[in-house]
């Protein structure tokens, strides 16, 4: 495999997962790929269904993602907070270059109570 275009886009881990159960499904009905390629795919689902994307859903993800645009993020820092939904100021602040100069207290607040809102902690979180 090759990359053809790199940072072509990001994927969040929803995503990766979702691409990784299809590549899974596919390759089981189809025929039999590099043993590689299945250990890898088998170690990244597994990794991932102890993470918060196991019960994300796309809907939430884009909710998230507009609600957030006020904020002026950059797309690395949405994505990290998709990934790692964060729950208290330490985390923006370790996800968000610059946060105290770019959000103000109640930024950081209402950024929490969206998290909690629309992408809810799992048990293993």
């Known amino acids: ?3 053809i275009k790199s940072n072509a886009a990001f994927l969040c881990n929803y995503e990766v997962m979702q691409i990784l159960q299809q590549l899974k499904d ?11 390629l299945a ?8 990794y991932l269904q102890d993470t918060e994307c196991k019960i994300q859903s796309a809907q939430a993800i884009q909710k998230f993602l507009e609600a957030m645009k006020k904020y002026k993020l950059t797309k690395t820092e949405k994505l990290m907070m998709v990934n790692t939904p964060p729950r208290t100021e330490l985390e923006i602040q370790l996800i968000v270059q610059e946060s105290e100069e770019r959000l103000s207290e109640s930024d ?3 950024i929490i109570s969206l998290v909690n809102e629309v992408l809810p ?3 293993c979180s």
Not at 40 to 46: A, L, N, P, R, S
């Open 1 to 3: 495999m090759e990359t």
């Open 26 to 36: 596919n390759t089981q009905k189809k025929h039999k790929r590099e043993a590689s």
């Open 39 to 46: 250990t890898v795919t088998y170690e990244t689902i597994h």
């Open 108 to 110: 950081v607040k209402d």
């Open 121 to 123: 902690p799992t048990e």
